[in-house]
């Protein structure tokens, strides 16, 4: 019987130290890729904009603060009430629609939350149909108010971000079966009783990570408030830069909108590290509460409220504008704009996902401290907004072109420019940092199903670490990378704070095209690319109540 030797040679021993080290080395870069434009944006202060602090302080920093702590308020609350009731409708209760419901929910969330705020205003404007219909109904003096309010843009806010409340909840309430609500029936507990003694604890963790992520986009939301003229944080970077041409203005206004998100983080891993609740029993068919009469009624009637005023009639009404100035909306500008954004979000795509494969597989091999940390580092991107990644990228790459540009004096008399600030460069790399946790999340998933015996029965074969990535986690990993790609790519084509802020000149987006549009009112212009990001929306919508289904419990 032939024998093989165990012991590697010295050319052997050598590639497997550069594997071993290069992916730690690599999840180390990555991480100083998130990192830099952090500490950058803090560098700011280092440059105080004392006249234009005075500036602000005097005219609109107290109303930044004040309306960034209302939005986020009262889009909490709404998100909360409004997520948390379908969800426990559609798990825990039985009447018409249910099962229509159950999914159909979650599709708002393919809308972008500056898309229905221009179909908001432009349906209930003063001058929209709306008020025109009840101004001949009932007289000149009928109208609604105040549309462009802080009221409306919590309205908007809230009927887009409440799915990720509603998704959460309702796949926590759907975990826990019916045995234990059972036996909070039987020590005489009633349904209204069971719900917020026992199924609303439990569910505790979930509604407070839903909750959450819906708080980190209305952080990071440009477009809604940019819409509606409510001025946040975000919009006064926007204004800071462009406005008043000033980045290191800009990059103080950032440090302090990340002081917002941080708060935000620890309250969150507060909340949630104090919530431990367990279930001990569970049983596999849930047994829902039958409504009749009037209340099942009323449970279809609000689902089909929320359902159709957050995707239903914005929708329909997008595709009458489009169907307006389709024919002459549709040429070679438009398709130049679909190409830019396609290829952006292919490019990131592939760059995200290429990175996101790199950590997790250091994740998976490495699980000492300093790793792991580098590795956090390195996802921390997606809590950050894309207004403030845009002002760190900036600088970053305005620093590396400055130090390539004294190199360039120093040795070949000649300054080169700009070589990576205000180029695809940029973009990239923002999209990069921004989504980089996205696709980690898909692919760690997909790497925590891979046995370990595979990859050492592969070695043990004489496969080396190259060969066991391309022949065996590869293929396994299939469906991850191609979930994570489309993800990636579906929320590039979305991004609109950063793609404004770091576009080259011509590289013009669908979702540039939405904001130019409604900046100066032209919603017929603004409905083809929105309907376009919608209908692109919705894959990775489908492809989560396709995963979610997977999960029911029922047959």
């Known amino acids: 019987m032939q024998t093989v030797s165990l012991k590697a040679g010295p050319s052997e021993a050598r590639l497997s130290v550069v594997h071993t080290y290069g992916w730690r080395i690599a999840a180390f870069c990555l991480a100083a890729v998130v990192a830099a434009p952090l500490l950058l944006v803090f560098s700011g202060w280092l440059q105080p904009e004392n006249q234009v602090w005075q500036h602000l302080a005097e005219t609109v920093l107290g109303d930044l603060v004040i309306n960034t702590l209302v939005l986020l308020i009262g889009v909490a609350i709404g998100v909360l009430l409004i997520g948390v009731s379908l969800a426990w409708l559609t798990t825990l209760c039985e009447f018409p629609g249910r099962r229509f419901f159950d999914w159909a929910l979650m599709l708002p969330l393919a809308v972008p939350a500056y898309v229905l705020a221009f179909v908001f205003l432009g349906v209930l404007d003063f001058s929209g149909p709306v008020q025109t219909w009840m101004r001949e109904l009932f007289g000149n003096s009928a109208r609604l108010g105040n549309v462009r309010s802080t009221a409306g843009v919590i309205t908007v806010m809230v009927l887009v971000l409440y799915p990720y409340v509603?998704?959460?909840?309702?796949?926590?309430?759907?975990?826990?079966?019916?045995?234990?609500?059972?036996?909070?029936?039987?020590?005489?507990?009633?349904?209204?009783?069971?719900?917020?003694?026992?199924?609303?604890?439990?569910?505790?963790?979930?509604?407070?990570?839903?909750?959450?992520?819906?708080?980190?986009?209305?952080?990071?939301?440009?477009?809604?408030?940019?819409?509606?003229?409510?001025?946040?944080?975000?919009?006064?970077?926007?204004?800071?830069?462009?406005?008043?041409?000033?980045?290191?203005?800009?990059?103080?206004?950032?440090?302090?909108?990340?002081?917002?998100?941080?708060?935000?983080?620890?309250?969150?891993?507060?909340?949630?590290?104090?919530?431990?609740?367990?279930?001990?029993?569970?049983?596999?068919?849930?047994?829902?509460?039958?409504?009749?009469?009037?209340?099942?009624?009323?449970?279809?009637?609000?689902?089909?409220?929320?359902?159709?005023?957050?995707?239903?009639?914005?929708?329909?009404?997008?595709?009458?504008?489009?169907?307006?100035?389709?024919?002459?909306?549709?040429?070679?500008?438009?398709?130049?704009?679909?190409?830019?954004?396609?290829?952006?979000?292919?490019?990131?795509?592939?760059?995200?996902?290429?990175?996101?494969?790199?950590?997790?597989?250091?994740?998976?091999?490495?699980?000492?401290?300093?790793?792991?940390?580098?590795?956090?580092?390195?996802?921390?991107?997606?809590?950050?907004?894309?207004?403030?990644?845009?002002?760190?990228?900036?600088?970053?790459?305005?620093?590396?072109?400055?130090?390539?540009?004294?190199?360039?004096?120093?040795?070949?008399?000649?300054?080169?420019?700009?070589?990576?600030?205000?180029?695809?460069?940029?973009l990239l790399m923002a999209y990069m940092v921004r989504f980089l946790a996205v696709a980690y999340g898909p692919i760690e998933s997909g790497l925590k199903r891979i046995r370990p015996s595979l990859s050492e029965a592969a070695r043990s074969l004489g496969a080396n670490s190259s060969e066991v990535i391309r022949r065996v986690y590869l293929p396994l990993l299939r469906p991850g990378l191609l979930t994570a790609l489309l993800l990636v790519i579906v929320d590039v084509m979305k991004e609109m704070p950063a793609t404004l802020l770091l576009r080259p000149f011509g590289w013009d987006t669908v979702a540039v095209r939405i904001y130019e549009m409604t900046s100066e009112g032209e919603w017929e212009r603004a409905a083809l690319p929105s309907v376009t990001l919608i209908l692109v929306g919705l894959l990775p919508v489908l492809l989560l109540v396709k995963r979610s289904g997977r999960h029911q419990t029922e047959k």
């Open 166 to 426: 509603y998704m959460l909840t309702r796949s926590a309430f759907l975990t826990q079966g019916s045995g234990t609500l059972e036996a909070a029936r039987i020590l005489g507990l009633g349904p209204w009783g069971a719900f917020f003694r026992v199924a609303l604890p439990m569910a505790r963790p979930a509604i407070v990570a839903g909750t959450s992520l819906a708080l980190m986009e209305t952080l990071a939301d440009f477009g809604t408030v940019a819409v509606f003229n409510y001025d946040t944080f975000t919009t006064a970077i926007y204004k800071a830069w462009f406005g008043l041409f000033n980045l290191q203005a800009a990059s103080q206004l950032a440090s302090l909108l990340l002081i917002f998100v941080a708060i935000a983080l620890v309250a969150e891993n507060r909340l949630r590290g104090r919530a431990q609740y367990h279930e001990t029993t569970r049983s596999s068919t849930m047994q829902r509460h039958q409504l009749r009469g009037v209340r099942a009624w009323l449970a279809t009637g609000a689902a089909s409220l929320v359902f159709g005023f957050a995707f239903v009639l914005p929708l329909i009404q997008l595709l009458l504008w489009a169907a307006e100035v389709f024919a002459e909306d549709i040429d070679g500008r438009y398709l130049d704009l679909l190409f830019h954004t396609l290829l952006l979000g292919s490019s990131a795509g592939l760059v995200t996902v290429t990175c996101a494969l790199i950590i997790g597989f250091v994740r998976r091999r490495h699980a000492d401290l300093a790793t792991s940390a580098a590795v956090r580092v390195a996802t921390l991107g997606y809590a950050l907004p894309g207004s403030v990644l845009a002002v760190g990228v900036m600088l970053s790459l305005t620093g590396i072109d400055g130090f390539l540009n004294l190199l360039g004096e120093l040795f070949f008399d000649t300054s080169p420019g700009p070589i990576l600030g205000g180029t695809v460069i940029a």
